[in-house]
């Protein structure tokens, strides 16, 4: 049974930066896809962005991309989340998600395996 575990947010300043970590276990994740999505209270689940495990291609969801990195350790079965730039508008719970199947694709409904979440508030 795959288990992904978060780790990593917290409360920040506007400006500021927190990587948030993604700990994969019970399968090898060489053929799956892992991605970042987050909910912020009264409304929808929403990508924010994902990774091929495989290749290490990444896609980003257009409020994210230029402050956001996704990347993955292999040996470590754990996939990052480096945000800088923080706004008060990127305050969410963020969770991580995987999918076996090589293919990135932004709606939640597409992944299997799904994290606790970990809470990210940022202040203004």
């Known amino acids: 049974q795959v288990q992904l575990v978060e780790s990593g947010g917290g409360l920040v300043q506007a400006g500021g930066s927190l990587r948030l970590s993604c700990a994969a276990s019970g399968r090898t994740f060489s053929s799956y896809v892992m991605a970042w999505f987050r909910q912020a209270p009264g409304k929808e689940r929403e990508f924010v962005g994902g990774?091929?495990?495989?290749?290490?291609?990444?896609l980003y969801a257009d409020s994210v991309k230029g402050r956001f990195t996704i990347s993955r350790d292999s040996a470590k079965n754990t996939v990052y989340l480096q945000m800088n730039s923080l706004e008060p508008e990127d305050t969410a719970v963020y969770y991580c998600?995987?999918?076996?199947?090589?293919?990135?694709?932004?709606?939640?409904?597409?992944?299997?395996?799904w994290g606790q979440g970990t809470q990210v508030t940022v202040s203004s």
């Open positions: 998600a995987a999918k076996g199947y090589d293919i990135l694709n932004v709606h939640p409904t597409w992944y299997d395996y």
């Open positions: 990774i091929r495990w495989s290749g290490g291609d990444a």
